[in-house]
């Protein structure tokens, strides 16, 4: 389908859309997730513990940093209406190809229906939502998980396409500026806050930490 960056392409065979270079092939692929999503798991999930919702019967999402969409799918199981922001088309093109395979999908279809993608840089998109979400869910790559022997071997492909986050304020000041209920940061268990900004509280598991902010009532 051509080059997506020196040494990469995009390549679709029967299985769907894949990047494809340096001896790796990275494809979206929701199906290998199903065991986490089922109705006695989904809800142990750290992820969405941190971002449940109480008393909201609908909650609304906002992934900013989307990148192949396994948090967004997490969140969309446990009820959640996602938005999700990606910037580097490439990784859309691949998650796009992802929610039309799941659509296709008996088991994923009723979730990924509550999935929507899209392109573009999500510190404008926050600023332009047009409604209040109730999360806004950060992933922002950072310098300490680029080095190969700190990510999976298949996400290296990702790091030829994303950048560690250069503007940690802005993407915070942009999230909180959404209006959320509350503010859900992805971090290393050791990794430092975002934007050096305390989370009113933190959830802990083995490989990964999320940070919560919650803005006084006020600013909603």
């Known amino acids: 389908m051509g080059e997506a960056a020196e040494g990469l392409e995009l390549r679709r065979d029967d299985e769907g859309l894949a990047l494809v270079g340096d001896g790796m092939v990275l494809r979206a692929d929701f ?3 199903l065991p986490r999503l089922r109705a006695d798991r989904i809800g142990r999930e750290l992820l969405v513990r941190a971002a449940r919702t109480r008393g909201v019967a609908t909650p609304t999402a906002v992934d ?10 997490l969140l969309a199981a446990a ?11 490439v990784i859309a093109a691949l998650l796009s190809d992802a929610l039309d395979r799941a659509a296709n999908d008996s088991q994923l279809a009723d979730i990924v229906a509550r999935m929507t993608l899209v392109e573009g840089d999500s510190v404008a998109g926050l ?3 047009g409604f209040s979400p109730d999360v806004v869910f950060l992933d922002p790559m950072f310098p300490e998980r680029t080095k190969s022997a700190a990510v999976k071997k298949k996400f290296q492909l990702l790091h030829h396409l994303e950048r560690p986050c250069e503007d940690e304020e802005g993407l915070l000041a942009a999230a909180l500026a959404a209006r959320p209920r509350k503010v859900v940061i992805k971090r ?4 430092p806050w975002l934007a050096g900004a305390k989370p009113s509280h933190s959830l802990m598991g083995k490989a990964v930490r999320y940070d919560v902010i919650v803005p006084p009532p006020s600013s909603r």
């Not at 959640?80 to 088309?89: G, I, K, L, S, Y």
């Open 31 to 33: 199906s290998r997730l």
């Open 64 to 73: 900013a940093t989307a990148g192949l969409g396994e948090d967004s799918l």
């Open 79 to 89: 009820g959640f209406t996602v938005t999700m922001f990606e910037r580097d088309p």
């Open 127 to 129: 600023r332009e939502l």
């Open 188 to 191: 290393p268990p050791k990794g």
